[in-house]
């Protein structure tokens, strides 16, 4: 089946520290694997993607690279922002579903000035 | 920009009452979805829809009902509400074209059943 496991929260870091949120998955068939961002008091938005193996997604400074041989999609970004704080979604979308997507639990991330 | 626009942001209940929460889109989607968001389970598929009158089951539908009479809309209904239901509820909508086009959200209904 189909599942997603993402590190838990919550992480807390300073500004201008690297971030990493570790994001691996289990799916039949050739997934997409997505990274969604949720602030506070507003619903999920999309972050980045990647449809295939060794893609790399980027945005807003944050990069995840699609890993086959490990099955992961881990987030990073070099240097975060107070106004990165937020709860980040690590999310997949197999080849033979209807459009549904399954998500990992979330990863509260608060950073500090 | 696609808009979800649920239509209450906060909503206090009683239990055994019949509550109904609306989505609407404005990006003619065909695929249509109500997750829960619970603290340290993150999203729970309830329900989903594909086309007009279209629904399947996610993974936690007990409870639950929805409809889907016109495209733009998708509402989540829950027949006789229970204290276990208090939860954030999210509706998202997703174009059937491209197999990877991604999910838009709605802001969330905070959904408290005393």
């Known amino acids: 089946g189909n599942s997603v496991t993402q590190m838990e929260g919550p992480v807390t870091l300073s500004e201008e520290a690297f971030l990493t949120i570790n994001c691996t998955y289990t799916a039949t068939g050739y997934p997409s694997l997505f990274w969604y961002v949720q602030y506070p008091g507003e619903g999920l938005q999309l972050l980045l993607k990647a449809t295939k193996a060794d893609d790399k997604g980027s945005n807003k400074g944050f990069e995840a690279t699609y890993r086959k041989e490990t099955t992961s999609f881990h987030l990073e970004k070099g240097s975060v922002q107070v106004s990165d704080s937020a709860v980040y979604f690590c999310?997949?979308?197999?080849?033979?579903?209807?459009?549904?997507?399954?998500f990992g639990r979330g990863t509260q991330l608060t950073v500090w000035p | 920009d696609v808009k979800v626009t649920q239509s209450s942001r906060y909503l206090v209940k009683r239990t055994g009452e019949k509550v109904f929460l609306e989505c609407v889109q404005d990006m003619d989607h065909e695929n249509m979805f109500w997750y829960r968001q619970d603290p340290g389970l993150g999203l729970r598929l309830i329900y989903f829809s594909y086309d007009v009158k279209m629904k399947e089951k996610g993974d936690i539908p007990e409870g639950y009902s929805v409809s889907r009479e016109k495209k733009e809309r998708f509402s989540l209904i829950l027949e006789s509400a229970s204290t276990n239901q208090t939860s954030m509820y999210l509706c998202?909508?997703?174009?059937?074209?491209?197999?990877?086009?991604?999910?838009?959200f709605g802001n969330g209904t905070r959904l408290t059943v005393t």
């Open positions: 999310a997949l979308k197999g080849g033979s579903t209807l459009g549904r997507l399954y």
């Open positions: 998202a909508s997703r174009g059937g074209g491209a197999s990877n086009s991604p999910l838009h």
